[in-house]
């Protein structure tokens, strides 16, 4: 129906058709294939751009964290030499922990027991920071059970000093 409805037409006209009907499907090629592929390529030559300057960044920090820990090392005051009961207990005075119940016991020489009945996490983890930031000391074991109290648990760990801490 269709072809015999094309064969009526005048030759300008199917040729107008004909050459619609190309330029149609040039654009609708343009429009579905090429098109996305060009965007996709333009996005992903954006995240590999982010993800380069990340690298870079995080290689920079890297470098100024290699330097830090270096230069801690190499630093003429240790304070690492004091007794880790002693430097357990006056971290756990000064500050958040202050009025937090707790209980402080050496385990050996080279570790310390601290056992919180009702603690705040948050303040719980930025005084485990400020630790091994500080000071050298990491948690060999923790214990965390959560509270009814929102941001609250019942935390027992165990603290020693890095091994080998440069």
Do not use: C
């Amino acid at each position: 129906m269709i072809k015999h409805w094309f064969k009526q037409l005048a030759l300008r006209e199917r040729r107008a058709l004909i050459i619609g009907g190309v330029a149609l499907g040039i654009l609708m090629g343009h429009f579905m294939f090429i098109e996305p592929l060009i965007t996709a390529r333009a996005l992903l030559e954006n995240i590999v751009s982010a993800q380069k300057n990340t690298l870079r960044w995080m290689n920079e920090a890297a470098a100024e964290v290699q330097q830090l820990r270096h230069d801690v090392g190499n630093s003429p005051t240790k304070i690492r030499r004091q007794s880790l009961l002693s430097l357990i207990d006056k971290s756990t005075r000064n500050g958040e922990l202050d009025k937090i119940n707790k209980r402080i016991e050496p385990r050996g020489e080279q570790e310390v027991q601290v056992r919180f009945k009702a603690v705040s996490f948050t303040a719980l983890m930025r005084w485990l920071g400020q630790l091994y930031n500080q000071y050298q000391v990491q948690v060999n074991t923790i214990s965390l059970e959560r509270q009814p109290v929102s941001d609250r648990v019942r935390a027992s760990l165990t603290l020693k000093y890095i091994e080998n801490a440069n």
